[in-house]
């Protein structure tokens, strides 16, 4: 997987690709004093080992470094504070001595290295800036037409202000605007500018015109209040060109490997066969060392995925012996190559982070 974050970079704050992570950990020395610092800190009772209580702010600073919601917020990110707790305490001690866990720490965070590998974050401050530029700039019009058409159907007319507000939803960090759905950023920068701006306009039919005009005196307090308020939103844009499916069926042994590890969890008949309807079940457990999204993450890779289960007829439910499952994932998994390859998919995600992001986790800074 390719990553592009060159058209941010003059936005960009900083590029989080787990290199800093990376590099602490396999320095033994300096990784051995990092636990030394955060085991003592975390021992209130100095008995040498972890309690369960005792772990909770580890695994809280976990949650923050992943970039989950505070502990209780959420069922789904409760659940994963919970599996990360499990992994401290294998699922049933009580206390955990510094050996253990120094090596859960480490698997943890070699993870979440390899992650930020995969696909590295930039962290970009939004001050208003780049959205003066742009609709200042000579692209302003031909874009905003675009999106114009988009938003207006000849048998739909909608309110001007409804327009502004669905036109702003469509901008990018690209243009300068952070991510308008976020609960924030709609309180905030874009309520306030809407109510500054002209409410006589508010209910006015919208004609290509009259929107260009009323859009931009909008967006200009926009970027006033951005100015005043930045925002600092957490960007990733990756590309999907099948390189990583290259890479893992060129390597037979590491592709054997991988095969046979998952297929040790997947239920056989009495002669040994396997149902082609796992076939999405392996293909999702390789999925990460293929560098492919899991199945649902990315509609246009499910669709690539779907068409090479349809070549090879791979959905008619038969089973088949384990050989021959394996060939028709390699099969599957050499078509979805030649797809990307021909047609990669691009994908970019933007979440506004809404702590200072040196504060938001204190799992990489030793205590003094």
């Not at 592009?4 to 300096?30: A, R, Y």
């Not at 989950?68 to 401290?88: C, K, M, R, T, W």
């Not at 030649?338 to 204190?362: D, F, K, R, T, W």
Request: hydrophobic residues 40%.
């Amino acid at each position: 997987m390719a990553t592009n974050t060159s058209s941010l970079k003059k936005k960009s704050e900083q590029v989080l690709d787990g290199s800093d992570i990376m590099e602490l950990v396999e320095n033994q020395e300096v990784f051995t004093s990092f636990v030394d610092h955060k085991f003592k800190e975390l021992d209130k009772d100095s008995d040498g080992h972890l309690s369960v209580k005792e772990l909770q702010p580890a695994v809280a600073d976990i949650g923050a470094a992943l970039g989950l919601p505070a502990q209780g917020s959420s069922p789904d990110s409760d659940h994963i504070y919970s599996e990360v707790l499990n992994e401290f305490t294998q699922g049933k001690q009580e206390k955990v001595s510094k050996t253990e866990f120094k090596e859960v720490l480490s698997d943890i965070l070699l993870g979440m290295a390899a992650g930020l590998k995969r696909d590295p974050i930039v962290i970009l401050r939004i001050d208003g800036e780049d959205l003066l530029e742009f609709i200042n700039g000579p692209s302003y019009e031909v874009e905003m037409l675009s999106v114009f058409s988009q938003i207006v159907s000849d048998d739909a007319v909608l309110p001007m202000r409804d327009c502004i507000v669905q036109a702003l939803e469509k901008l990018t960090v690209d243009q300068g605007m952070p991510p308008s759905p976020d609960s924030w950023v709609t309180s905030n920068i874009i309520e306030p500018a809407l109510q500054l701006w002209d409410g006589n306009n508010q209910e006015k039919l919208v004609s290509q015109e009259t929107f260009l005009e009323e859009f931009k005196k909008v967006a200009e307090r926009v970027a006033q209040n951005l100015k005043e308020q930045p925002v600092i939103v957490a960007h990733s844009e990756n590309t999907f060109d099948g390189s990583g499916i290259k890479r893992l069926l060129t390597n037979k042994f590491e592709l054997d490997k991988l095969l046979n590890t998952a297929l040790e969890n997947v239920p056989k008949d009495r002669n040994g066969k396997v149902s082609k309807e796992y076939l999405r079940v392996v293909l999702d457990v390789v999925a990460p060392s293929a560098s492919l999204p899991p199945i649902g993450a990315v509609e246009q890779i499910d669709k690539v995925v779907a068409d090479a289960f349809d070549m090879i007829n791979a959905d008619d439910g038969k089973a088949v012996k384990e050989d021959e499952f394996k060939k028709l994932l390699t099969e599957i998994l050499g078509s979805v190559m030649l797809q990307l390859e021909g047609n990669p998919v691009s994908i970019s995600s933007n979440s506004v982070v809404h702590e200072p992001l040196a504060s938001s986790s204190s799992l990489l800074q030793p205590s003094s």
